[in-house]
């Protein structure tokens, strides 16, 4: 019998208080151990923490399901549309002041080593295309 078990047996059998903490002990101590065993097992596999994300995140709601619109959610195509529709339709032929853009700062630009077309071909080459670049995947 595994510790899990017997340690919910024990708290069947008593209900008692110090039997339950017992019991949630064992089963955050159990699922830490296995989290970090799949943690060790991806990070041996790919050598890069970022494949480690799906892990940890929360699941995102689709962008439809949390844009209101007169104060009811937009659940289906049609809603959204509207939604979209009437308030690009409200914006249409109001002024817009452009010098609120003079008030942000230019940050200066970085210099980039330079490179080939050939030799960029030859990083990415290695690379397949179901992820985008980013640091965990070129230097």
Partial sequence: ????????????????LDNWKNFKKVIKNTKRSFFDMKIQE?????CSPW???????RRKLPA??????NSHLCFSLESLWEALHNTFNTALN??????????????????????SKEEFKQAIS??????????NKLT
């Fill in 1 to 16: 019998m595994d510790k899990c078990s017997h340690s919910l047996n024990n708290y069947r059998m008593s209900r008692s």
């Fill in 42 to 46: 991806v990070a041996g596999k790919s």
């Fill in 51 to 57: 494949e480690l994300i799906n892990w940890i995140s």
């Fill in 64 to 69: 439809t399901e949390v844009i209101k619109y």
């Fill in 94 to 115: 109001h002024q817009v002041n452009s010098n609120i853009l003079s008030k942000i700062k230019y940050k200066s630009t970085s210099c980039w080593s330079s490179f």
């Fill in 126 to 135: 290695k690379y397949n295309g179901l992820s985008s670049p980013g640091p």
